[in-house]
């Protein structure tokens, strides 16, 4: 099984910056699609930013301009810089690594790490 690792979080304030990492284990991620999403109190789970094997990258809106997701294969590595960070981004942060196996959606969750954006 896949292990997955999230590091970064923590608190920043409004306008500030922050990189979240996530490192994997079990597989080599270069086989898989690799993804950030975030769950704030009382509300489901959202895309924030997903990357694919050959590097194509998917940015929800909010996220757009702000968040930039990179991946290195050799590091087994996945990263989510933030930058002009803002309150409504204060959530838990959670990595998601994903192969498609005939037809099959294989998903694989990370613990999640705390981001708080506050003065």
């Known amino acids: 099984q896949v292990q997955l690792v999230e590091s970064g979080g923590g608190l920043a304030q409004p306008g500030g910056s922050l990189r979240l990492s996530c490192t994997t284990s079990?597989?080599?991620?270069?086989?898989?699609?690799m993804g950030w999403y975030r769950q704030a109190p009382g509300k489901q789970r959202e895309l924030v930013a997903t990357v694919t094997s050959t590097g194509t990258t998917n940015y929800a809106d909010s996220a757009k301009g702000r968040f930039t997701i990179s991946r290195d294969n050799a590091k087994n590595t996945v990263y989510l810089q933030m930058n002009s960070l803002k309150p409504e981004d204060t959530a838990v942060y959670y990595c998601n690594a994903k192969k498609r196996v005939w037809g099959i959606d294989y998903d694989y969750w990370g613990q999640g790490t705390q981001v708080t954006v506050s003065s």
């Open positions: 079990g597989s080599i991620i270069s086989t898989y699609t």
